[in-house]
């Protein structure tokens, strides 16, 4: 059982004033009920290894008991929140930690134009976007972006490599590598395109009735920039599919959402979560587990 004098030195590890109170407090970390800029102005400076960001698009969704109004403000409003969210991450990221931004490509060439002035640029990372429809005069819509900056040089990076797609009938490789076949066999590097992914639609694979992350991508940033015993911090948690890949990998978390039914869904998760076999990427911090 975890102590209360572990618990309190745990918390000032991120929190400006130990004494926050959060929604839910797990022995893997902190979750928080409120607006994403307040919670970041509520963590310390330089707490964070990993910044994952998965902020409403402002498209007019509907998230838990808001209104699609709120998903749906004049863009000048939009750019200025997300700015200040982005400039108060920087300053709890770490040096050489990494942030992580998930948004659509219009929105993210501006947001790394902000990123930019106090981040070093590292990818942008196309994600295969499936079911897409073509709007108005713009070419049929094919990826998501991920940015992916560091402060400075990176502190921990490991490339991951994924197994070659086969075909599920022969089982033979998809792709004709010719004479790299043999160079293949045992893994192929993690690129900045990554066509193999797409969202959870499917109410059977969801935890909330908005469309959800796939965990691989999360789970992949961590594996580049993750380290075990470090802190990942999602100020847009939503299911908190970033929580169950930092559990997996053995890092601590501090979360926060705006709508209280699903940061239960968080915590739910997360309780049913156990932590994977750690791999090469990622190596334990100087800092001992707490």
């Not at 108060?88 to 002035?117: C, E, M």
């Not at 994600?127 to 992916?148: C, D, E």
């Not at 004709?176 to 395109?193: A, Q, R, T």
């Not at 109410?203 to 470090?230: M, T, W, Y």
């Amino acid at each position: 059982m975890t102590s209360s004098r572990s618990v309190r030195k745990r918390k000032a590890r991120w929190w400006r004033d130990p004494k926050t109170a959060p929604l839910y407090s797990l022995p893997q970390g902190d979750i928080v009920c409120c607006d994403a800029l307040e919670f970041l102005n509520g963590l310390r400076d330089e707490s964070a290894d990993i910044i994952f960001l998965d902020p409403p698009f402002n498209l007019g969704k509907k998230y838990g008991k808001k209104g699609v109004n709120a998903d749906l403000i004049q863009q000048d409003a939009y750019l200025e929140y997300l700015t200040k969210v982005l400039e108060r991450s920087t300053k709890v990221l770490k040096k050489g930690g990494a942030l992580y931004l998930y948004h659509l490509p219009r929105w993210a060439f501006k947001f790394a134009n902000i990123l930019d002035q106090g981040l070093t640029f590292r990818h942008w990372i196309a994600i295969s976007m499936k079911n897409g429809f073509v709007r108005g005069t713009s070419l049929y819509p094919a990826h998501y972006s991920l940015l992916y900056f560091t402060k400075g040089e990176p502190s921990h990076f490991h490339r991951p490599k994924l197994k070659p797609p086969r075909c599920r009938y022969c089982k033979e490789f998809t792709k004709d590598y010719g004479g790299y076949k043999d160079f293949v066999k045992d893994g192929i590097n993690l690129s900045d395109v990554w066509d193999d992914l797409s969202p959870v639609r499917h109410k059977k694979f969801k935890h909330r009735k908005p469309n959800e992350l796939s965990l691989e991508i999360p789970r992949r940033a961590v594996q580049v920039s993750g380290v075990r015993n470090g802190v990942l911090i999602d100020a847009f948690a939503g299911s908190g599919t970033s929580l169950i890949a930092a559990v997996e990998s053995q890092m601590y978390f501090v979360a926060c959402d705006s709508q209280k039914s699903y940061c239960k869904v968080m915590r739910d998760r997360v309780l049913r979560t156990s932590p994977r076999k750690p791999g090469p990427a990622l190596r334990s911090s100087k800092r001992r587990a707490i």
